[in-house]
């Protein structure tokens, strides 16, 4: 039974330029967030994605944007890379349908973005 | 807001040693509280959950109970193996259809020495 996956593991991009990270989520899982974890610090929510929709956002601006595909894989997209953007990235997923809402976040190992 | 606010860091024991991480949390309505623990390179591995007041997680030998009175979410383990070296965070899950959003502690980083 796979887990989540994230591609790629690492990335290295410079000031000004755009990223694309992507997630598939456990198997029979529907509902996918991201996280973005700074050095040292705890995760902080970007937004959640459920039925290819964007439901919750956290405290991120509007470079921050995302997308799910009707197999529930997901993508976030950066634009504008700032230095402050170097952290890992989580993605989550969790099953929503049909389930209570403590259904736990299951998490991948992360994608670490470097901007130079 | 949500906040979730955990002991400082870092915490240096020996094996066979008792532990306990704080954890206080602020939040509206009837929160779910989690452990998450992360270990070199890797994501976030749920490690125990509590959904209601006075409810008890445990998982691997570590416990935490749900205190509503003090809104606090305690991790313990009576003793602690060389294995048991990582990260460890606090989390909620604030009440409503917050299906996703965890709010995390900042992270409490364990060493154990043999």
């Known amino acids: 039974d796979a887990g989540v996956t994230q591609s790629p593991t690492h990335l290295i991009k410079t000031r000004g330029q755009q990223v694309t990270l992507r997630c598939s989520p456990k198997s029979g899982h529907d509902t996918v967030s991201w996280y973005q974890q700074a050095l040292g610090q705890g995760p902080q929510f970007i937004f959640q994605?459920?039925?290819?929709?964007?439901?919750q956002r956290g405290n991120f601006p509007d470079r921050f944007s995302g997308h799910q595909f009707p197999n529930y894989s997901s993508e976030l997209n950066v634009n504008a890379l700032l230095l402050g953007d170097s952290a890992l990235y989580l993605c989550?997923?969790?099953?929503?349908?049909?389930?209570?809402?403590?259904?736990?976040?299951?998490f991948g190992n992360g994608t670490r973005l470097t901007v130079t | 807001g949500d906040s979730v606010t955990q002991m400082e860091g870092p915490v240096t024991l020996s094996e066979e040693a008792f532990l306990t991480i704080n954890c206080t949390y602020t939040?509206?309505?009837?929160?779910?509280l989690f452990w998450y623990v992360q270990y070199p390179g890797e994501g976030l591995q749920l490690l125990l959950k509590?959904?209601?007041?006075?409810d008890k997680g445990s998982n691997k030998g570590f416990e935490a109970t749900y205190r509503k009175e003090t809104t606090s979410f305690h991790l313990e383990k009576g003793s602690v193996q060389v294995s048991d070296s990582a990260v460890y965070f606090c989390a909620l899950r604030g009440g409503g259809t917050s299906y996703g959003k965890l709010t995390f502690g900042q992270g409490t980083i364990l060493t154990v020495h043999p």
């Open positions: 994605y459920y039925e290819e929709e964007e439901r």
């Open positions: 989550a997923s969790s099953l929503v349908a049909g389930s209570s809402y403590n259904s736990p976040l299951h």
């Open positions: 939040a509206t309505g009837y929160p779910s």
């Open positions: 509590a959904t209601k007041a006075d």
